[in-house]
């Protein structure tokens, strides 16, 4: 059975769900699912934008012969190259042999290493091109590194549809609504869409940057990514966060607390350190275990916090391995201007804060409060003013 949502006048959403696929990108988990949206206009000319996962492809297929009925696909435009996108290309090509697919050099260059056995006609387009379908003509605009090197948007301007590839996009199936304002988006997609966006397209925030600065000298009235909801209201909303992400300031003012603990000493401290500065005033905080908490929640909460508690054990005379993991992680992601403290634990040669500071400081902008906490195996009451002269140094912080 298709299942096709008009989007405007001759604009289709053509995509799917996938509630089976327990990690994205095999790495990912989305407990909540995930769609993969594709579009197809019907003007003079038929126009599909980008495809899906192949986990899809059939209600895909069934999707566009439904609308098209009797008429051929005229084109596809492929804005983005990663398979859970560009899944189908082939399939489509042998079934409308007569499709012209429009990309830029970059994308042809993908799809050859993608589908080697494939021929097709090609339009080869460059920055701000245009292609006049009908009533509708449909410009393009580079995106490089959004997320991926050939990354493009497409722009239809009557109605101001900016088909914005992997940008704006979020896990999160679609449960029968398309429009973000359908949905209690904060409540239904917010963590999703931090989660989704630190973590594959977070290290790329001057491009993304780039890209909102184009974007902005175009009459948006509608955003349609390749995950989650449409965009028609209130799009400034995201926009914002989108700003904020790839401009590595925190969303808010808070602190999250980040522990290794092998045997609980530290989380004991972790915790300590919570209530202390929920005492003093910090009501805004989050405490993960990260052998827990998989490591795309511990850094969607790092780009969304203004402060960074990191406590680690010694291990192996380095940082304990889960939370060296997460800080390189971090690391890779370009996570920029936060202030971060640290508390380390070690029954013998304890250098896990040493190493800890040297990670951090070898990151952009990060404000390491001087004053660290170390564990010597556990810590009783005796050591109760220097914990409390610890987070004061913390609150301090926040003036
Ligand atoms: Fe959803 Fe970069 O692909």
Redesign the pocket.
Known sequence: MYCVKKVLDNIYWVGGNDRKTAL??NMFPIPNG?S?NSYLILDEKTVLLDTVDHSISREFMENIEHLLGERNLDYIIVN?M????CAIIGDIVLKYPEIQVVGNAKTFQMIEQFFPDIKFDRITVKEGDCLEIGKRKLNFYFSPMV??PE?MVTFESVDGVLFS??AF?TFGALDGNLFADEYDFERVFLEDARRYYTN??GKFGKPVQSLLSKASNLDIKCICP??GPVWRENIGYFVDKYNKWSSYEAEEKGVMIAYASMYGNTENVANALAFMLSEKGIKNIKVYDVSTTHISQLVADTFKYSHIVLASPTYNAGIYPIMENYIRDIKALNVQNKTVAIVDNGTWANTAGKQMIKEISEMKNMNIIEKGFSILSSVNKDRENELNEFVDEIVKSFE
């Open positions: 994205f990108e995930v993969y983005h990663e398979p859970d996108h997320h991926w990354a590839a992997d996009g594959i397209v390749l995950h």
